[in-house]
């Protein structure tokens, strides 16, 4: 599986943003994908996944509320609308895809990533 992430850049906080990360790969489907997120100087943390189906959605509490994620598996596609941005929310978000269908929070049971799409939230 490919993924390339994109749709990031430079907006205001409380304004928004829709991140969308293509996938190929026969077993897109079948997996569950995740967004992540990596702030200088900081570790990579967990913001949202999606299961297979796209019946199970956990977020991370920070995002909950705010961000929504969403999936086309006819596109191959997943989606994290951002709303309300904050200046916190400033980091490299990456996708993910598992080799399961369960949205998993660890970062560890993902095995394939995209290359990162920068969003920058000014004050």
């Known amino acids: 599986v490919q993924l390339q992430a994109s749709g990031g850049g430079l907006v205001q906080a409380g304004d928004s943003l829709r991140l969308t990360c293509a996938a190929s790969g026969r077993t897109f489907s079948t997996a569950a994908m995740g967004w992540f997120r990596q702030a200088p100087g900081k570790e990579r943390e967990f913001v949202a996944a999606?299961?297979?189906?796209?019946?199970?959605?956990p977020y991370a509490d920070s995002v909950k509320g705010r961000f929504t994620i969403s999936r086309d598996n006819a596109k191959n596609s997943v989606y994290l609308q951002m709303n309300s941005l904050k200046p916190e929310d400033t980091a490299v978000y990456y996708c993910?895809?598992?080799?399961?269908?369960?949205?998993?929070?660890?970062?560890?049971?993902?095995?394939?990533w995209g290359q990162g799409t920068q969003v920058t939230v000014s004050s």
């Open positions: 993910a895809a598992s080799r399961e269908p369960i949205p998993f929070r660890s970062q560890y049971e993902y095995s394939y």
């Open positions: 999606i299961g297979e189906s796209g019946s199970s959605t």
